[in-house]
């Protein structure tokens, strides 16, 4: 992750409002989950996304435990590169009435900046490389 996204998602608070690219809302920030990644900045393995002792991960893995914080229903997969995505660069859980499942999890990488009190983010496909 970024030095500026680290920066950005330090600026991100509990209840902020956070807008599309079109500044329309979205919701409000109900948590913030930080990056876990390789001390040397290297992607997580396959075998480091099979699990790690963080208090939100309740699944035997990764995409298990974003799949049961997103509450997908029983069997719906959460992608595995998606999942290695978010934890490496860090998220937020988006609570809004149009927004469930997978939607609710915003990663870190997508916002584009903190300002106003409010986090407004680029869209999926304007979204920096991560």
């Keep these: 992750m970024a030095a500026e996204e680290r ?4 600026a991100v608070q509990v209840g902020m409002p956070v807008y599309n690219a079109a500044e329309e ?3 409000t920030v109900e948590a913030i989950y930080a990056a876990v990644a390789d001390p040397n900045g ?3 393995s396959d075998a480091e996304m099979s699990g790690t002792p963080v208090a939100w991960a309740r699944g035997n893995t990764w995409a298990e435990s974003l799949a049961l914080l997103a509450g997908l229903p029983a069997g719906e997969v959460f ?6 995505r978010l934890v490496q660069s860090g998220f937020l859980c988006v609570e809004g009435e149009q927004l469930s ?3 609710q999890l915003v990663g870190c990488y997508r916002v584009a900046e903190v300002r106003d009190d409010g986090v407004f983010l680029y869209d ?3 979204a920096p490389e991560g």
């Design 101 to 103: 499942g997978r939607d």
């Design 79 to 84: 992608p595995k590169e998606l999942a290695r």
């Design 124 to 126: 999926e496909e304007q």
């Design 25 to 27: 809302r979205l919701g």
């Design 42 to 44: 290297d992607p997580l």
């Design 7 to 10: 920066l950005l998602l330090r």
